[in-house]
């Protein structure tokens, strides 16, 4: 079974400094890993996901994230945070089945 | 494509009564997924369904919950009776045989007075 734990429920930032949403995953199969972001009243939507190859992944938003296997981490990043990156982000892992499971979420709040 | 369409985007309903929720997935997915978002709770797998066949129904509450795909196009989400504590949003997703990504709609938020 997989598990994924985000540790931060919440992380307080101002404009234009950098930021990183900490996760961390637990699988004894290969996985994919998946950052979503939920703004507020919308439904999810998918910012990055790591399938294979480049460990370092590109999203949208200027959002990366970086696959490390051996801390089993999959930790996003961005340099400079804008008021509109206020939201809740979600990290999700997929094992061998079909199932995404979801971490609890990390609210990012950027003040200006 | 429209994506992921849900409907109603509100409900709100009385203990005891019945209510459904409906999802069209992004045409040519296969899988379908339906979630439940609360803040105790955070995100809950309820069901999915492969090919319009249920495959994990385990995240299904009670029996009071009951979910159909009798088409590639459609689903519903029921609740009978509905009561207070299943006030949530409710989610609907779709992904495609080949890829991985799942494509969620815009919610259905629900409230049981």
């Known amino acids: 079974a997989q598990s994924v734990t985000q540790l931060d429920s919440q992380v307080p930032v101002f404009e234009e400094a950098p930021v990183e949403l900490r996760c961390n995953y637990s699988?004894?199969?290969?996985?994919?890993l998946f950052w979503y972001v939920q703004y507020p009243n919308q439904g999810l939507q998918l910012l990055l996901k790591y399938l294979s190859g480049s460990t370092l992944v590109k999203g949208i938003n200027g959002f990366e994230a970086e696959f490390n296997k051996s801390q089993t981490s999959f930790h996003l990043r961005k340099p400079s945070v804008h008021i509109s990156d206020t939201a809740e982000y979600f990290c999700?892992?997929?094992?061998?089945?079909?199932?995404?499971?979801f971490g609890t979420g990390t609210r990012l709040q950027v003040f200006p | 494509d429209a994506g992921v369409i849900q409907s109603p985007r509100h409900e709100v309903t009385e203990m005891g009564q019945e209510v459904t929720l409906r999802c069209k997935p992004i045409s040519g997915h296969d899988y379908l997924f339906w979630y439940r978002q609360t803040m105790m709770r955070g995100l809950e797998l309820l069901i999915y369904f492969n090919n319009n066949v249920p495959i994990d129904d385990s995240g299904m509450p009670e029996d009071r919950f009951s979910a159909k795909m009798p088409n590639a196009s459609f689903s519903t989400l029921k609740i009978q009776p509905s009561e207070p504590r299943d006030s949530a949003v409710y989610f609907c997703?779709?992904?495609?045989?080949?890829?991985?990504?799942?494509?969620f709609g815009p919610g259905t938020r629900l409230t049981v007075l």
């Open positions: 997703a779709s992904s495609s045989l080949a890829g991985t990504t799942q494509y």
């Open positions: 999700a892992v997929k094992g061998n089945t079909d199932k995404l499971i």
């Open positions: 699988s004894s199969v290969s996985v994919y």
